[in-house]
Structure formats: structure tokens, C-alpha cells
């Protein structure tokens, strides 16, 4: 069992920055770790994502070269750094994970894998 819990989101002016946390209860190793995004009216789009295994990172395109996704295994905590935030990344961020997996190749390979956990969501707000 794996509990999830966000925090760090906020409201921010375009072009600045946050970090959002997601402190994990029980054991994430070997784990798929995912941020996701969900806007009103829009489809939940997953972010990021790391490989506990291996610490392999994904990124979508969206977010790539902006946010960067990192895991502290002595706190047993993922976050999502954001920078350069746009209008269009408000909105409700959601960590998610997905495992044990072994010996997965990348953190892309956690892509379409369906999460089993999920956190309850912090909102983040750009404003232009």
C-alpha cells in the first residue's frame, strides 16, 4: 500500500517558478512515479516521469526543458521542479505510481502502464 500526498502548488506569474512535493508512504522502489496535469475541460496529460529502479526520467514535450523530476529516496519524496511556467500549466497537479516493475529498460517504458496510487492533487495557477 502506497499513499500519496502533493503539496507545493500555488498561484505564480508567467514565467516564474515552483516545486511541488509528493511525500510517499510505504515502498516506492522499483516504482513508476508520475506528476500529471489536469485542466478543466481538458484530458489528464501525464508530465513526468521517473524510474525509482534506475532514476530514468520522461518528459512531454509540453514540459520538456522546463520542469525537471527528481526523487529523494532518503524522504521518500518525488518532486517536480517548474520552471519558465505558461498560462497554459494551470492546472491540478496529481502525483501518481505504478509497481513494482523490474529491470524496466527507461522511465518510458512506464508510459502507458496504468498507475495504481494516486495523490489527492495540488493546484497551480499562471496567470499572464
Not at 510517499?24 to 501525464?46: L, N, Y
Not at 513526468?48 to 525537471?68: E, H, L, Q
Request: hydrophobic letters at 30%.
Amino acid at each position: 500500500q502506497v499513499q500519496l500526498v502533493e503539496s507545493g502548488g500555488g498561484s505564480v506569474q508567467a514565467g516564474g517558478s515552483l516545486r511541488l512535493s509528493c511525500a510517499a508512504s510505504g515502498d516506492i522502489t522499483k516504482h513508476c512515479m508520475g506528476w500529471f496535469r489536469q485542466a478543466p475541460g481538458k484530458e489528464r496529460e501525464e508530465v513526468a516521469i521517473i524510474y525509482t529502479g534506475s532514476s530514468s526520467t520522461y518528459y512531454a514535450d509540453s514540459v520538456n526543458g522546463r520542469f525537471t523530476i527528481s526523487q529523494d529516496n532518503a524522504k521518500n519524496t518525488l518532486y517536480l521542479q517548474m520552471n519558465s511556467l505558461k498560462p497554459e500549466d494551470t492546472a491540478m497537479y496529481y502525483c501518481a505510481a505504478r509497481g513494482p516493475f523490474y529491470g524496466l529498460p527507461s522511465a518510458a517504458s512506464c508510459y502507458h502502464l496504468r498507475p495504481r496510487y494516486w495523490g489527492q492533487g495540488t493546484q497551480v495557477t499562471v496567470s499572464s
